[in-house]
């Protein structure tokens, strides 16, 4: 018997789909890791978006400064719960005012400022 015939019995014998299987993994994870190169492109054209562009004035109660008058009160709709289920999660809305008062107080670090000991000696 020629040595070649040995070769196709073992392709015919599951030596080829082995060989396929390996072929399409290699295949799929090629894809994979051109997703991840593009995903991660994504992610840095964002990251450089969002660093370009001036913090929005968003007052703490999530809503845009402007929507607050001269008093600090927030005029912003909202929806405010009405009615639970028995998870506690609200199942009915109301609209409502947002009680925001926006406190422009002093700097809560001032007060916890404490002079320099090691002038004293
Ligand atoms: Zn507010
Ligand atoms: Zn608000």
């Not at 593009?38 to 054209?45: D, G, L, S, Y």
């Not at 422009?104 to 000696?121: F, H, I, K, N, R």
């Amino acid at each position: 018997m020629e040595w070649y015939w040995w070769v196709l019995i073992i392709f015919w014998t599951g030596g080829f789909g082995w060989a396929v299987d390996n072929a399409r993994t290699a295949l799929r994870n090629r894809h994979t890791r051109k997703l991840e190169l593009i995903e991660a492109a994504r992610q840095e054209r964002l990251a450089l978006e969002s660093a370009n562009q001036p913090p929005e004035p968003v007052c703490g109660c999530t809503h845009h400064l402007a929507k607050h008058d001269k008093q600090g009160k927030c005029h912003e709709r909202v929806e405010v719960p009405t009615a639970w289920d028995e998870t506690k999660k609200p199942v009915r809305f109301e609209s409502g005012q947002c009680n925001c008062q926006q406190y422009v107080g002093p700097e809560p670090l001032s007060q916890v400022y404490a002079p320099d000991l090691t002038d004293l000696a």
